[in-house]
């Protein structure tokens, strides 16, 4: 499939290299010393991500400190025309920052302080290699935490960089609704702040949200100020089996209309049930399953669940299994968390090639279903799993990576769901990013006027495209 | 003051005008026939809106009916270079629409129809010209409202492009946080869907977030898809009293890290509510003063309100005035509506330059103070409302329209406002926009480098400038 799309040119060795020169490199150890590598193994750890895509290391890889330093770095690269591509936590899933042209990495890992928090504005800045998990561990005994839960530990400047979310995304949103204002450094090596620290603003273009999504291909972000949301009183978990997909996703979105604020509603298929017995030894019905999360006052979570209830009993939903203490939510949580390492197990030494689909919320059923049966058709095996209030879901396509024949299918199958979704009124991607992978399908889905708007900004922000080359828009 | 400021050019008749040719307006009145008005009525109420500004009317108005007429129109205006200026409903603040150099208004008010609601995607799509209370009439019977509320009853697309916000913005979010998807007609009249139907998306550059907030300066909005909310069961109303602006304040900002979502939250300064008592022979006490709104079940009301009760008392605050049944919410947040005219009778005959500062929440009552002790050192007449649980407030500061030295002496308040609210960390414009009157502060704000990208996005995206030329982004 790869040979067909236009972004196929980037992703092939040796049709465009932009090596830096020995004396960039030179003026660059000077200012960073040992934080600049070019051994092979650090190189190569840059250089391949948890896509399918063969490793593409850069030439080399500089440990920055601060935003000063990555300006320095970025008017360096800038003179020469060299590639500079962000690095975060490395959890990305698209092949976002393999260096298709080489070029030099920025590791965030060092730009690790947590710069202030500021319980009274319900915000903390951060440096962009923060990772979320270091952030939450800081503010702990100020009573308010930080959302945004991808599943990976990433960094929060990654985070913003692929515009992330997860499982609470229903409830609090996605690292866009949870950004207040970035440093980020331009590709001529400019220091921005992108808003003030005001909780809304009408001053002019949205730089903070041009940056959100943009995946490196724009400008390097430095520093994030995050919103941050108060601690619920109490939270309470609960597990309930239905009949079918459609009777599930009804739920949810019934829920929702009605108002109940949920803290997390994750729908898992049949199959996935299967895999997680297997794993954890359980014997949960091997149906679809809803794993529910309520927050708030225990009033609240009372009001919440009896509504709940009512209305997974009108789908035809199971009994509740409820879980209120810490401890006992983790445990009935867990097979939902561990269910990408139950499923790979539903076929020993398989890799899983995920999708990311997002349709409106009325369209979620459908979408699912037709991807079901399409599964069967092609005899794929292929576990769901549902951010089911947002209408996101991700197929789990197992596969054995050293079967070209295996890997072309579950590309088939991707494209497939693709289309299906775009023809939904949805997306290809509601959260994983465009990368190398996705960037075949923007055309599809904005027309070519969208993704001609979309270039003219990578043109104007990153003229010599410098920034992250090959990813989000394809080239012409 | 404008002669000092960076703006000015474009504000002072005769620098450049783009008139449309008798050819232009010929072709377009070809197409529009009637619907093309050059008379001066009509003119002048398209060249005048509640700013200071003198009328700068646009030299032709076409009253648009299709996303093909608007792109049909601004292909025929690209060819000349002829400047194109969208009209809403009118009623920005900041001098949004004055066409500065002439050109052709597109009044959007004919493209009014609601083309599809989605109750079960909690969204709606509607054209343009729809003002909010047409669509929420039009949500009747859905069990969904939609929330963007300024005060105005201002156009949906005219909302996008400001930015928009109001009073339950503090629950529900700005209209940025509303928005799902739009369609654009870009400078070349090419026309763009910026987003799909999806709740979240990572599918490119966020498009959407560009557009709003832009004022009509990057492209035309025709059609606007928003986000719904379920109407809550029931809606509480309260008033109460507090010994000064900052108790006020920190009562609201304590309810919201307790996590109460508080429907509304708007504080009144004790000028207003002395207004307000002449206006509307009401006797509360001239004081600091909150209108507070509640919304949900009534045990979640319940819930809430035993919260704020207790922190109200802590900081000193009075007995609550409260209303449950809508007619009695109404006459108890009648003075709060009314509270603009009733300010406007502090003075016969005056007219209010309205500030807008937005600060981070813990500078709130700062700012507010250390403003009110700036109204008395220089003897103005300054009632002071505010957007209390968003950091947002705005000073009315009456003045004789007839006299230059009291705008003037209004605008080096409005000024010195401005910077207070900067260096506490906040915008100079929280909702209102930038239009002509901000834009001279948006260097303070963002910084060179900041204003740098942005025009380098209004470069990109108009290259010629015919997108209400003179807002937003000052020329270099």
């Known amino acids: 499939m790869h040979s067909t799309t236009p972004s196929t040119s980037a992703t092939q060795p040796g049709i465009l290299r932009r090596a830096p020169s020995a004396q960039l490199l030179a003026h660059l150890r000077d200012r960073f010393g040992d934080r600049l590598s070019t051994s092979e193994a650090v190189l190569l750890q840059h250089g391949r991500d948890e896509s399918f895509y063969p490793p593409r290391p850069p030439d080399a890889v500089v440990f920055v400190q601060s935003t000063e330093e990555v300006a320095f770095l970025l008017a360096c690269c800038a003179a020469e025309k060299t590639p500079v591509i962000g690095y ?8 976002h920052f393999l260096a298709v042209q080489g070029g030099v990495c920025v590791d965030f890992s060092q730009m690790n302080q947590v710069i202030e928090i500021r319980p009274g504005d319900l915000n903390a800045t951060v440096q962009a290699g923060v990772t979320r998990t270091q952030l939450n561990a800081a503010l702990q005994g100020t009573g308010l935490f930080f959302s945004v839960d991808p599943g990976a530990d990433a960094s929060v400047g990654g985070m913003v960089a692929t515009g992330a979310s997860g499982t609470n995304t229903v409830r609090y949103g996605t690292m866009r609704d949870n950004v207040v204002n970035l440093v980020v450094v331009t590709a001529e090596g400019q220091v921005v702040r992108t808003a003030s620290r005001a909780r809304k603003s009408s001053a002019g273009y949205n730089l903070t949200q041009v940056f959100c999504g ?26 309930v089996t239905f009949p079918d997909v459609r009777s599930a996703v009804q739920c949810v979105i019934e829920a929702i209309q009605h108002g109940v604020p949920l803290a997390r509603a994750e729908m898992l298929d049949g199959l996935a049930l299967r895999a997680i017995n297997a794993h954890s030894r359980t014997t949960l019905r091997e149906q679809p399953t809803l794993f529910l999360e309520f927050a708030g006052s225990q009033a609240q979570i009372d009001a919440q669940t009896e509504i709940m209830r009512e209305l997974a009993s009108h789908h035809g939903g199971g009994e509740f299994q409820w879980a209120a203490r810490p401890e006992e939510r983790s445990r009935l949580w ?41 599964i069967a058709e092609h005899e794929l095996l292929v576990p769901v799993f549902g951010h089911v ?14 079967s070209p024949g295996e890997l072309e299918a579950a590309e088939a199958f991707g494209h497939r769901l693709v289309e299906r979704a775009i023809q939904l009124g949805g997306t290809c991607t509601g959260e994983h990013g465009v990368g190398l992978h996705k960037s075949r399908y923007l055309v599809r889905e904005h027309g070519k006027a969208g993704v001609g708007l979309m270039r003219m900004l990578k043109d104007a922000f990153d003229p010599h495209h410098i920034l992250n080359p090959g990813k989000v828009v394809p080239s012409p």
Request: hydrophobic share 40%; proline share 7%; with cysteine.
């Open 389 to 402: 209030g947002d209408g996101n879901f991700h197929c789990m396509v197992l596969i054995d990576p050293h």
């Open 334 to 374: 867990t097979p939902r968390h561990h269910a990408y390492f139950a499923c790979l197990q539903l076929r020993p030494g398989s890799r899983a090639l995920s999708t990311d689909a997002c349709v409106p919320l009325s369209a979620l059923a459908d979408c699912i279903e037709q991807t079901q049966a399409d």
């Open 88 to 95: 975060g936590a490395g959890s990305s899933v698209e092949g």
């Open 214 to 239: 943009s995946e490196g291909t724009l400008g390097l972000i430095t520093e994030v100020t995050v919103r941050l949301h108060p601690l619920p009183e109490a939270i309470a978990a609960a597990v």
